[in-house]
């Protein structure tokens, strides 16, 4: 199929060659002339949803767009910062592996090795296989689009979702660099660095670095130490190569490393615990009071989230680092350009965890990581015609993850969670895979007023995995029942898949006037299948290795929307209404004992996004958005929330319809007030107040109150000026993160029929002092 779409479009560049050679006005150049003409300077915002520049209010999909002075600006510098800037978003963190994103609900999951992201995050044209290898400060960046609804046919990996893009900035034939220093609370520091240098006449250097420093917000009452640290640093060099006027060489050079307490987690939601004591009980109670004869109750046990504290007897550590090394290649012939983008990334996560979540000794360890990816892409866009034209390509990308499960037992263990005392348990999953695509996306312009954007990709995959466990070890208790059971050992053997999917989508635009583009995004798209690489629990339990064998998660969609100008290009505003049906959704559930990957069920996503800007003077500018959403499972099960559990090892399964897909509030939104006036020459003051508010959501499936998430809305504030003097620019800044010191939570986990969430930070205040030279 794919093979018959290149061929319309190579027939239509043959046959339409003489208007491909006339290329309609540049409309991103047009666009800024207009702004100026209206006497006030605004930016024009550009975006390449269809692999092209083009003005984002001529782009048929919704598109939402943050650029790198809004990011500096309202202080927002991690990935988990943009659920504040773009309107339904989600962003569930809780340490670098335990991260993800979700749009309009979908996607809000704590990953698996074997699961991948709902939610696409490319990096300079490199997708990010992993969530966790976004887990860095956004530093140097131009701008970070988001796209809305399935993507595929352009972009280089299939989501159900949506695509986060990052784009960093490139380097330029100007001299330029850029000191930045930033002080604040919790003895936050926080330093970049840019130097961007011409080499030759062909030849420029950029290097970008980073390195960020917080001691923490969670406090351990046990020994006394702060936990949730930040700890680091980064480093990005580029090369950029121009032999002719025709052809453009990128290599960029990465490195990213982290050693910190992130991660910490505080205790949320006790369910009753019902079968180990004669009666029901709390978690927290249960770990206050003696339960067997000679074992100590837990000294300190918290039971108010909003309190910020923990009492862990063992290390909270977590260590990650990253390499990357990507080539672009960007080539114009005879005004086709040709784009190559071959790239290398590996991600190493290590953690070390107190996973009873108290002072007692029962239980230590986590999962490592290692994954290493290999892509390669190819593709052509056609001139920009008044007729017709296309960007066609192929992408390939090779995976290998190994995930390392290793945990250590106490001598409480056996009364607390039933696990052997002084014992240890490892297991190893690994998962090689291999995806070939082929794509293509077309633009015919029927009428002045009328466009058709029609797009494909067909995408095989093949997955070879395999799960070992090894059995529990160190005490002979684990020769018995149910230990050798539940924990003995386990070799799925080689598990294999391959899959072969289409990805589509069909968008037709009509200018309703010069100023008004109404459109229609018609979008499928397929996540893959694969393994339950982090299976813990002997999959015997559940039927061997069928049990741990996901579907693919297919989507599909349809956005109505209008995106309209006013006031001489002063004010905008974009609306739509979107559908989103997925079948067999990917995501993690909550057993007794450890979360497991599955397929839940089918969900569907409904309602209205708006967003506007407006720029009433010079002095003046304003920008938010509104959105509603209303994601529920149609069907599926899952395990029965915590407070209806039975016993101790839960209440087998129950129907998830109609419940609220987790992560996903029905209502968001964010606001952003800037003024800015200059009280003499070279020196610019602006001040900046940002509100992001979200209504409550649920963090579990099973929409236990036991996960409910309150709303919350975060207030932001800065102050400063910009002092000009010959080449060296001055900004001096004074700012408040979360001025009203909201206690909200950026995502949930559970065990031991408790939940435990990341909480975010408090009011963090302090200054930025940045030199441009």
Known sequence: MCAVFWGVLLTWSVSHADEAQEPVKDQPAAAANSRQASNISIPPVVVTARRREEPAQQAPLPVSVVEQSRLETERQYQIQDLEQVFTNVTSQFLHARQSSLSIRGIGNNLPNEGLEGSVGIFLDNVYLSRPGMAAFDLFDVKKIELYRGPQGSLFGKNTTAGVLNIVTNKPSFEAESSLEASFGSRDFRQFKAMLNQPLNEVAALRISAYDTHDDGWIKNIFNGKQLNEINRKGIRGQLLVQPDHLTEFRLIVERNEEDSSTGTLVPYGYAPWRGTPAAPVSYADFLRRPVIAGMPGAKNVITDPEDYKVSFNDDQRVKVDQNALTLEMNRDINGYKLTSVTAWRDWHFKPQNDLDFSDLDVLRGGFGVDHYQRSQEIRLASPVSKVFDYVIGAYALDQDTTSRQAYTSGPYSLAINSTPNNSSIAGTGTQESRLYALFGSATWHLRPELDLTVGLRESRERKEARVIQNKAVGDPLNNVFPFSFILGDFDSGKLTTSEKSLAWNISPSYHLSEDTLAYMNFSASTKSGGFNLNSLVSPAITGGPDAITIDP?????????????????????????????????????????????????????????????????????????????????????????????????????????????????????????????????????????????????????????????????????????????????????????????????????????????????????????????
């Open 553 to 773: 998660e297919r989507a599909r969609n349809i956005d109505i929307g209008i995106k309209s100008n006013f006031l001489d290009q002063r004010l905008y505003v974009d609306a739509n209404l979107f559908l989103t049906k997925v079948r067999d959704y990917q995501a993690i559930v909550s057993d007794v004992f450890i979360p497991r990957l599955t397929n839940v069920g089918d969900i569907t996503s409904k309602g209205l996004e708006t967003e506007f800007r407006f720029y009433p003077d010079r002095h003046w500018s304003l920008q938010g958005s509104l959105a509603y959403t209303d994601a529920s499972f149609d069907n599926g099960t899952a395990p029965t929330p915590f407070e209806e559990f039975t016993t101790g090892f839960g209440a087998g399964n129950k129907s998830v319809r109609g419940n609220q897909v987790n992560g996903a509030p029905r209502w968001t939104s964010n606001t952003s007030i800037r003024h800015q006036w200059r009280p003499v020459d070279g020196v610019e003051h602006y001040t900046n107040l940002h509100y992001a508010w979200r209504s409550e959501s649920f963090g579990d499936v099973t929409n236990s109150s036991f996960s409910r998430i309150p709303s919350y809305g975060l207030l932001n504030l800065t102050t400063g000026f910009k002092l000009t003097d010959g080449r060296q620019h001055w900004d001096i800044a004074l700012w408040i993160r979360n001025a009203l010191d909201e206690r909200y939570f950026q995502g949930l986990t559970s065990t031991y029929n408790s939940y435990f969430a990341s909480a975010g930070p408090p009011r963090t205040a302090g200054i930025t002092v940045r030199m441009d030279f």
